[in-house]
């Protein structure tokens, strides 16, 4: 085993960083999720996208007759830590063209539709921005008990329901959407299907959900008799429930390396904060407490690293990994909700200031942070569901569903 990158990983990860030096001079970098981001930070996510494709480095993981440059998963995972390590946006085109639809695409969509919709994504255009429609109002980890109906008509869907918690849907030009196409299957499993819906068909209503930072990223979407034509229909029908378990294991196994990068930075803004501030006469680097605090968040942050090298070696060697996604997630999860009150512990006060606030301390990350891992622990599948899934594949408990 060797615990070194190669000459090619070092030398992207020294042009990322270069790239980051000079594009993000003079810019409030939006940290975290760009789909997060506000309203007038969107337009620089949509320019790095961009930037980042004509970099070659937006999809590199991707074949390259697909837009990709057929980099290994070792070059992604140095990609993805440094790309968030440095707060770079616009690395995700919406939720997300790159993370789950491109790869889905490319694994049980038909040619015609991967002609269509992956070069806009890996162009980093406004076309490529996605958006996923699972969630339901009675259907979020059951996701088995989505009711949004698809029933087919000629050459068409005619599509009813509501969706919920579908972030960036204000901003997608398409959506992923999960809907049930043979309503009396016999098993809740059967008759979902996945659809590629048109964000501009007539018949679609959406409605901002604003989060408790006051950002709105959610949106509630309701269906009123929406036509989508049968050529959108990806993979099989009624096989849905067996293509998404496929396309999550994507959702989950890059989470890991980016919420890796991004942490490891806010540590290192912690740190420097704790050799400027002074408690008593003493700067609160000095503290016993701080520092064993800091350490403890260093080590688990080590052990993430570690994960993540571990699950992109197992790719790396054609293993798809399932509970190793589910293990990064509930890991990832823990070390995130811990560096935020870490944090907040030792900026203190400052934690209650608005992060985009001139008063805001260590670039508001702290508070950006705190305002942000209950809904990561969240978003793609519990911790509790991640759990199940441990306890399943790793520990050969029961199924829990
Ligand atoms: C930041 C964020 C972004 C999101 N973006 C999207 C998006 O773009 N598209 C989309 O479709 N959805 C999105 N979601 C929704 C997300 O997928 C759901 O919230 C999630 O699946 C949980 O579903 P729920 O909210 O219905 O909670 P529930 O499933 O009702 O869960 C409630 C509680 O019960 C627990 N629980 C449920 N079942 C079990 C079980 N079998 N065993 C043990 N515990 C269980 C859960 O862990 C949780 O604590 C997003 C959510 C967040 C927070």
Redesign the pocket.
Known sequence: MDFKFGEKEEKLRAEIRAFARVELSGHSVVSGLEEEGRDEDWEFTMQMSRKLSQKGWLTMAWPKEYGGQGASPFEQLVYIDEASYQGIPGTTMG?SGIGWVGQSLMLFGSEEQRKKYIPSIAAGEPDGVW?????EPNA???FANIQTKAIKSGDEYILNGQ?I???CAHRARWCWIAVRTDPGAQKKQHGISLLILDMKSPGITIKPIINFAGVH??NELFFDNVKVPVANLVGTENRGWYHLMQSLAFERHSIAPQFGGMSRRILETIIKFTHEIRYNGTALAEDPVVRHKLAERALEMETLKMFSYEITWKMSRGVIPIYEAARNKVYCDLVMQRLATTGSEIIGAYSQVDMWSKWAKVMGNVTRLYMMFP??S????????QK?IVGQFKLGLPR??
């Open positions: 939720v958006c996923t429609a699972y969630s979020g980890s059951d969706k918690w579908t972030s990223i959610f809904g990561i969240i978003a793609g599948g519990t911790d509790e569901v199940n829990a569903y």
